[in-house]
């Protein structure tokens, strides 16, 4: 685990980024109060120290003619070995699953899925989620609407400095 130092121009650099990854480092420090090469020297750093991920653009999917989104909560027949290994490769193989996660509760995991529409989402579950090993049981969940659907991470947790030079450390992995 290693500890970097943030102070607010970090923060306010993580938080401005979010909401517009296609800004220019010129743009950014304009929102940050830093200059170009600070902001790019800051960015670089905090890539480094794993904060920052990657970058991508988001694409709408209703737009790309994927109306359908849907969630399913898989169990398995039982945990561990090379049927787990499996289904997680599996998984990882089929595109229109955005996002496996290993769960606690009613299900071992939940997929986020995107289909053209009814048909296709049909199609894919019968012929390649259903197929996958391992599997006991999927229920699943089509979005009927969004409410809320954000990329932008709270930050609040992260304590500002109190004083304008000051500097705190967030420990990560």
């Known amino acids: 685990m290693s500890t970097l130092t943030i102070d607010r121009h970090?923060?306010?650099?993580?938080?401005?980024?979010?909401?517009?990854?296609?800004?220019?480092?010129?743009?950014?420090?304009?929102?940050?109060?830093?200059?170009?090469?600070?902001?790019?020297?800051?960015?670089?750093?905090?890539?480094?120290?794993?904060?920052?991920?990657?970058?991508?653009?988001?694409?709408?999917?209703?737009?790309?003619?994927?109306?359908?989104?849907?969630?399913?909560?898989?169990?398995?027949?039982?945990?561990?070995?090379?049927?787990?290994?499996?289904?997680?490769?599996?998984?990882?193989?089929?595109?229109?699953?955005l996002e496996c996660f290993s769960v606690s509760g009613n299900a071992d995991y939940v997929l986020r899925i995107v289909a053209p529409d009814l048909a296709a989402f049909s199609q894919l579950m019968m012929k390649h989620v259903l197929c996958l090993p391992g599997i006991a049981n999927i229920k699943t969940d089509i979005v009927l609407g969004t409410v809320k659907q954000t990329h932008v991470l709270p930050l609040a947790h992260i304590s500002q400095p109190r004083r304008p030079g000051q500097r705190v450390s967030y420990s990560g992995s």
Do not use: K
């Not at 960015?43 to 399913?72: C, H, K, M, S, Y």
């Open 10 to 97: 970090d923060l306010a650099l993580l938080d401005a980024l979010q909401r517009s990854g296609n800004a220019t480092n010129a743009a950014l420090g304009e929102v940050v109060h830093l200059s170009a090469s600070q902001v790019s020297r800051r960015l670089q750093r905090l890539q480094d120290a794993g904060l920052i991920a990657g970058f991508a653009a988001l694409l709408n999917p209703g737009a790309l003619g994927l109306g359908v989104t849907a969630f399913a909560h898989v169990v398995l027949e039982r945990q561990g070995g090379a049927r787990v290994e499996a289904f997680e490769e599996g998984v990882a193989a089929l595109p229109e699953v």
